[in-house]
């Protein structure tokens, strides 16, 4: 019988699997091979054998490493020490082979040979090393133009769809605003000094191909102002080919149910669209977005921790985004300004917003950014109520002052 | 894992943290930042072990990193930018690996 039952059973059926990869690995690699070990003894065990954390890193940087140690390393030497290094991606995971290359010719040398492309956050995840290669790795890495993520209380690697690389859809520069916020932000991305980590990312349109909704903590997400353009020629011709049926497909699918159409001629009111893209997506031809375009910026998503999982909510309708992004940049700070300032230890920027309650929260940035260049106005307004209040015993300022 | 400082031996964990706080002393902080590749602790290195030390003493545990740049920006004058930029000059590989080592505090503990 094999060393490895459980884990030769995860590599049974048609599908992919992670097993088949690491053994792979594992005919260069000792560490692939004792990572298969550990990994089987952990199943048997019902535990994890990996220790808590560890405090590795590269001089000059407080994040872009996270340390990782089993608890058995004289078992299992190839991975007592097992650290991954996070690799800033390029805007939009748009690599050349030679670039790829490279990387991995360093990884192989000084590393596991393994890698996840690409980590949640979005960094080019590099994994299984030991202490002594990390500085080694920075240097070569750095020679060859790349730098290391976030990771740890910092802002971490923004990332971004593919955008108007190869998207029609794009209705902001998502792989310029990336990247400008990557390289303005380094301070904040390579030396860990907020209360916990902060997310960026951009999707060009509210088909958020890249979750930011859901995952990232300041998600900017390309809208337009003005009208669907319509097509009706195309419209037309998708009635002639009979491909789809619009009425059934489109208009009958629409949330807020703006679509008119009398099986020749659409027509959309605009101004009931939620901008759910639904339309657009199914009649590519006939249908595109508007072209007044900038971007919806929404705060406070994150996974659940302390509290429960949350989406991001709007916290500015539109915003236009042109380089250099000034006005993006100021409503960064002042958000950073406000959380930092009062936040607690692993609070999240959602988190600390419904704690302060949005209303709170809007006029404190409200007053950062009346100092800015910029002259962004913010403040809170009664539209964000989401629901009224149940709790009657309320007391008004103005009740208090009447009765002295 | 440990190291031995005028017949006294000390004993650290993997990362070379101080395991019993309590054994610290200076000439301690003078071998650790040696072992760092820090080659002089300076006024400057000293204001922010003691602060940590300190600030341990008193919560028994180590500050948030903001709260380490808030003390320095009022301790030398300086904007948060520059605090942060000139804690990652004192202690080049960050001051949770660093600093804290230094001071005798033990390993930060989190996600990171």
Known sequence: MSDTPMMDELEKGPWPSFVREIRRAGKQSATARDLINILELSYKDKKTHWKHGGVVGVRGYGAGVIGRYVDDPVQFPGVAHFHTVRVNQTSGFVYNTKGLGEIMDIWDKRGSGMTNMHGSTGDLVLLGTTSEQLDPIFTDISQKGWDLGGSGSDLRTPSCCLGPARCEYACIDTLAITRECTNYYQDELHRPAFPYKFKIKVAGCSNDCVASIARSDLSIIGTWKDDIRIDQDEIANYVKGGGIDIMKEVVMMCPTQCIDFDGTKMEIDNSNCVHCMHCINKLTKALRVGTDQGATILLGAKAPIVEGAMLASVIVPFMKLEEPFENLKELIEALWEVWDEDGKNKERIGEFMERMGKGEFVEAVGEQLADGECGIEMTSQIDMINHPRENPYIFYDEYLEEEG | ?112
């Open chain 2, 1 to 112: 894992m440990g190291f031995e400082l005028n017949g006294t031996t000390y004993e650290t964990d993997e990362d070379g943290y101080l395991i019993n706080i309590g054994g610290w002393n200076e000439d301690v902080a003078h071998h650790l930042a040696e072992e760092e590749e820090i080659p002089e602790l300076t006024e400057k290195h000293w204001q922010i072990i003691n602060f940590l030390r300190g600030y341990y003493e008193e919560y028994q545990i180590a500050p948030m990193i903001k709260i380490l740049i808030k003390a320095i920006m009022k301790d030398m004058d300086l904007s948060k930018r520059d605090a942060s930029k000139m804690l990652y000059e004192l202690y080049p590989a960050g001051p949770a690996k660093q600093a804290c080592k230094i001071a005798g505090l033990p390993k930060p503990t989190g996600c990171v």
